[in-house]
């Protein structure tokens, strides 16, 4: 029998160097059996401070500015394809670590059909609160539930969501898709695979044994709702839905919703809070900017 095809393997870094060794290193002691390339994408501008590596990498990536988590996901499959064939490609954010095991399960599941896969993701360490265990798209407000029961991380199934920050795609699924929508600059670009994945007739599946720990917002304060984070969600909210009927409808739900939470933000924080509220409006300007773009 041939030795299976590899994964490639895409770690997306921005900034600090720590996060994305610990990423590495988590892949180095993953006993899986399943053979890996490994490509680290820097998406730092200017570039990042040199990695110590504790694996061997296929590709390293530099990109002259930071065009976005997806963009960067994208460049790093680019660049494994250029050595050889793989079964399939696990995209990780640097602030990810992969438990044991992690990489079979994630062959088996493209081996097994799935278009994509993901498993449980454990907020800062392996026995910390359950951050995924499976989502679901809700229609009526174009959002996205997560569960968090500790008894759906034991159960396989499909399901309408899979985060992008440590998820498996298979070969073919990824080029019949496309990947990452690279004008989408960070947020919600997940939920937009998700949709195309799941239109081109492929499966979203949740995989126990895939699991990770998450060390959320080591770049963006997204754990304390910075600044940053509530624009760039807010901006993006819209983006996955291609209906601009339905983008319209949304940005009539999400509008009062929107100036309220500001009102609540600069209430609750006072000076802080200000420049949260700001962020939140500017966002959803971009966001009502979007309802009117061609899908």
């Known amino acids: 029998m041939p030795d299976p095809a590899p994964l490639g393997v895409v770690v997306v870094r921005f900034g600090d160097p720590d ?17 890996r390339d490994v490509a680290v994408v820097d998406n730092t501008p200017g570039g990042g401070s040199r990695l110590a590596a504790p694996v061997a990498l296929a590709a390293e990536v530099s990109l002259p500015h930071n065009p976005g988590y997806g963009a960067g996901a994208n460049a790093g499959v680019s660049a494994l394809r250029e050595g050889r064939c793989h079964a399939g490609y696990v995209i990780l954010n640097h602030d990810v670590e992969v438990l044991p095991g992690f990489l079979d399960a994630a062959a088996a599941a493209v081996a097994g059909g799935a278009g994509a896969a993901s498993g449980p993701v454990y907020l800062d360490r392996r026995d910390g609160p359950l ?75 949740f995989v126990p044994g895939m699991r990770a720990i998450h060390k959320m917002g080591t770049s963006t304060g997204s754990r304390g709702r ?35 939470r500001a009102v609540r933000v600069l209430a609750a924080e006072g000076e802080e809070g200000s420049g949260k509220a700001r962020a939140l409006l500017r966002g959803h300007r971009a966001a009502l900017r979007s309802v009117l773009r061609r899908s």
């Open 19 to 35: 996060p994305t060794e610990a990423c590495l290193r988590s892949l180095a002691a993953d006993p899986s059996t399943a053979p």
């Open 226 to 260: 910075s600044a940053f984070y509530l624009e760039h969600m807010t901006a993006t909210r819209f983006r996955p839905y291609r209906s601009r009927i339905y983008r319209a409808y949304l940005a009539g739900l999400h509008t009062p919703y929107v100036v309220l």
């Open 131 to 205: 951050w995924y265990a499976g989502g679901h798209l809700r229609i009526l407000t174009g959002t996205v539930r997560q569960e968090t029961s500790p008894a759906e991380a034991d159960r396989e199934k499909p399901v309408a969501f899979l985060p992008g920050t440590a998820f498996v795609s298979a070969l073919r699924c990824w080029d019949e898709v496309g990947g990452f929508d690279e004008s989408i600059f960070l947020y919600h670009e997940d939920v937009d695979l998700c949709r195309r994945v799941s239109a081109a007739g492929w499966e979203l599946r």
